[in-house]
Structures are given as C-alpha cells and as structure tokens.
Nanobody
Framework: QVQLVESGGGLVQAGGSLRLACTVSGSIFSINAMSWYRQAPGKQRELVATIISDGTTNYADSMKGRFTISRENAKNTVSLQMNSLKPEDTAVYYC???????????????WGQGTQVTVSS
C-alpha cells in the first residue's frame, strides 16, 4: 500500500517562507514525476510544480522565482520551498506522485491528504 504524507504547512505572514515536505512509503519500485498541487476555497485544484526523476522541473507561471521544488530519490521525498508568500497563495497543498509499485505492475498517480497553508496580509 502506497502512502504519501505531507508536512510543513501552517500560518505565515505575507512575504514569509514555508517549506513543505512529502514522504512516500509502502511498496515502491520506482517513482517518476512528483508534483505539488494546491486548491484554494471555491477554486479548482491547480498544478504548482513538477519534478521528474532526472531532476527536470516545471513551474506554474505565478510560482516561478518564488517556489522551488526538489526531491531526494534515496528517501522518496519531495519538498517545496515557498518564499515571498502572498495571501493568494493560501490553499491546501497536495503532494502527487506517479508510482510503479512492482516491476510487473502499471504505474498510478497517488495523492497525499493535503496540508493547509495560510498567508495573512
């Protein structure tokens, strides 16, 4: 059983920083893309950033230059460093990963339970 567990959310003032982390556990053969998404109240879930196994990254335009995604393959973790936070960054942040559980199985996307980030003005 694969599990993704996020940590690091909380309340921060505008201009501040937070670092989110997500650890993948369970039956894992390989992890390809790892991503962070977010969902603000009343809005659709949106992609924040993606990092694939070779370290290639991709960011949503509004996060470029403020957020940095990174991963430690040996520890099956992905992190999101968020700087210069704005009130509009307030949302529940979700970890997502494309995981192949065994050498003979297909890959699936898995989600974490989410962690709340609140940025006060």
């Amino acid at each position: 059983q694969v599990q993704l567990v996020e940590s690091g959310g909380g309340l921060v003032q505008a201009g501040g920083s937070l670092r989110l982390a997500c650890t993948v556990s369970g039956s894992i053969f390989s992890i390809n893309a790892m991503s962070w998404y977010r969902q603000a109240p009343g809005k659709q879930r949106e992609l924040v950033a993606t990092i694939i196994s070779d370290g290639t990254t991709n960011y949503a335009d509004s996060m470029k230059g403020r957020f940095t995604i990174s991963r430690e393959n040996a520890k099956n973790t992905v992190s999101l460093q968020m700087n210069s936070l704005k009130p509009e960054d307030t949302a529940v942040y979700y970890c997502n990963a494309f995981i192949i559980a065994t050498m003979l199985s297909s890959g699936f996307y898995y989600w974490g339970q989410g962690t709340q980030v609140t940025v006060s003005s």
